[in-house]
């Protein structure tokens, strides 16, 4: 099959399918088809020659709408392409559409998006995670080989491990931001999603590097030398199993055989501080995101609305245009932040977020590998947390504290529930040590 057999064949799969799980908020039919008609030409292919890529509706793609999942950004044209995706590019994969998301990545279900729920491919009663839960399905329904997401406090993760495939979230400042729509910039990280540990890793591979659009990408990443897993120590995170599903503890212990295996030793990693992780997380994310968010103004960015003075076209704008979730996180962190409560919150979220980070470098340094579940339950059904934030943050709560931390975890799909729904295992290794955790995966295959 050519290039451009490979593309029809993908848009009518998705033409056939994507009515019912609606992962893509548009498909870039012709585009792709002329695309891979150039790229069959070119004599010397690039490493992604042959690969079809969906992004999330954050990553700027010059020319096309972008929306980051939101109805106050409806119909606004992105000026240039985000240097991940521009890579991509580069190394000829064709994007073949942006992906539905929770609205601003604010969610873990995809509920959240001011379109539609994007469904579970593998039973679309259920939710397929969040917030990129358009990429991940589309990788998972085989609209495309691979796709682009982000993480914040585990939107790759949480939705790979809903859908039973792999998604990295990459080391801090190993992949450029520059051209994703801000949510919390310090914790922010696009990363790749694939069926394969090889496209996953071909992926990042591309992906990462210094940007001199984006001064938090390191200049020089010290990265690990090569280490065979069999020369690794598992460090295995103590964490409360109350509240998890029987069946993701069940294929946890089976992983942790598996790994202890094939490692040269296991070690028991106390982490004192992980209990806080969720608190701190959401009041930094959501500070953050209150001045990220500040933008969308209607004037600099979003689509205006009309009052009888400045401050009513603001609230009008901001009132119709963001949805109750976004509202909700951008209240709570001009809250966090502001004079008289700024040391009992963002302070005091910013000390455990130290704290967590410490309790990462004190792990590192008995085992080179990490590992807890990714997520504490198998995907739920839709609208069965949408009435209930708390406990759709609850399921964050062993995915943030790696953005916290700034180091770079993994999931890797590993065994189904009872209502074959997957089970994910998070593989958590130090900055800079992407290698370690794709040999880590090798060894649950
Ligand atoms: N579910 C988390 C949140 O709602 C994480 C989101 C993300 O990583 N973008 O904030």
């Known amino acids: 099959m050519n290039l451009e057999e490979k593309v029809r064949e993908h848009i009518n799969k998705i033409k056939e399918k994507d009515g019912k799980i609606k992962s893509f908020i548009e498909v870039w039919e012709e585009d792709s088809i002329k695309r891979a008609k150039e790229l069959e030409l070119k004599k010397e292919k690039g490493k992604l020659y042959g690969k079809i890529v969906a992004i999330k509706d954050n990553m700027l793609f010059e020319g096309k709408e972008i929306t980051a999942g939101s109805k106050i950004l409806k119909g606004h044209i992105s000026s240039y392409t985000a240097t991940a995706v521009k890579k991509m590019i580069d190394e000829d994969a064709i994007i073949i559409g942006r992906t539905n998301m929770d609205e601003f990545a604010m969610g873990s279900s995809n509920e959240n998006s001011a379109y539609f729920p994007t469904r579970n491919p593998i039973n679309t009663d259920y939710v397929p995670g969040g917030s990129s839960g358009g990429s991940a399905a589309a990788v998972a329904a085989d609209f495309a080989d691979i796709?682009?997401?982000?993480?914040?406090?585990?939107?790759?993760?949480?939705?790979?491990?809903?859908?039973?495939?792999?998604?990295?979230?990459?080391?801090?400042?190993?992949?450029?931001?520059?051209?994703?729509?801000?949510?919390?910039?310090?914790?922010?990280?696009?990363?790749?999603?694939?069926?394969?540990?090889?496209?996953?890793?071909?992926?990042?591979?591309?992906?990462?590097?210094?940007?001199?659009?984006?001064?938090?990408?390191?200049?020089e990443m010290k990265e690990h030398s090569d280490k065979k897993l069999s020369d690794m120590s598992l460090g295995i995170i103590e964490f409360d199993e109350?509240?998890?599903?029987?069946?993701?503890?069940?294929?946890?212990?089976?992983?942790?055989?598996e790994l202890s295996k094939k490692t040269k030793k296991t070690v028991k990693i106390k982490m004192p501080h992980?209990?806080?992780?969720?608190?701190?997380?959401?009041?930094?994310?959501?500070?953050?995101?209150?001045?990220?968010?500040?933008?969308?103004?209607?004037?600099?960015?979003?689509?205006?609305?009309?009052?009888?003075?400045?401050?009513?076209?603001?609230?009008?704008?901001?009132?119709?245009?963001?949805?109750?979730?976004?509202?909700?996180?951008?209240?709570?962190?001009?809250?966090?932040?502001?004079?008289?409560?700024?040391?009992?919150y963002y302070l005091k979220a910013q000390k455990i977020r130290a704290l967590v980070?410490?309790?990462?470098?004190?792990?590192?340094?008995?085992?080179?590998?990490l590992i807890i579940p990714t997520t504490p339950t198998t995907a739920f059904k839709i609208g069965e947390k949408s009435e209930n934030p708390l406990s759709m943050y609850l399921n964050d709560i062993f995915t943030v504290p790696v953005n916290l931390a700034g180091v770079c975890a993994?999931?890797?799909?590993?065994?189904?529930?009872?209502?074959?729904?997957?089970?994910?295992?998070?593989?958590?290794?130090?900055?800079?040590?992407?290698?370690y955790l794709f040999e880590a995966a090798k060894g649950l295959l």
Do not use: H
């Open 147 to 219: 796709s682009l997401g982000s993480d914040t406090g585990g939107s790759i993760r949480q939705p790979a491990s809903f859908c039973g495939i792999y998604g990295l979230k990459p080391t801090y400042g190993t992949v450029s931001r520059y051209g994703l729509i801000a949510f919390a910039s310090s914790l922010d990280q696009i990363g790749p999603f694939a069926k394969t540990i090889d496209d996953l890793k071909s992926a990042y591979d591309t992906i990462k590097g210094f940007d001199p659009n984006d001064s938090t990408t390191y200049k």
């Open 242 to 257: 109350k509240g998890c599903d029987e069946a993701v503890i069940e294929n946890f212990n089976k992983a942790i055989g």
């Open 274 to 344: 992980l209990k806080y992780a969720i608190s701190s997380y959401y009041i930094v994310a959501s500070s953050e995101a209150s001045s990220n968010l500040a933008r969308f103004d209607g004037i600099r960015y979003g689509r205006y609305e009309e009052g009888k003075d400045l401050e009513s076209s603001y609230e009008k704008t901001r009132g119709k245009g963001f949805g109750t979730e976004v509202k909700r996180r951008i209240i709570l962190g001009t809250y966090a932040l502001s004079a008289g409560y700024y040391d009992e």
């Open 357 to 369: 980070k410490k309790d990462f470098d004190e792990a590192f340094k008995t085992a080179d590998i």
């Open 410 to 435: 993994l999931s890797a799909p590993y065994g189904k529930d009872s209502k074959g729904l997957p089970c994910g295992v998070q593989i958590i290794a130090d900055r800079f040590s992407e290698k």
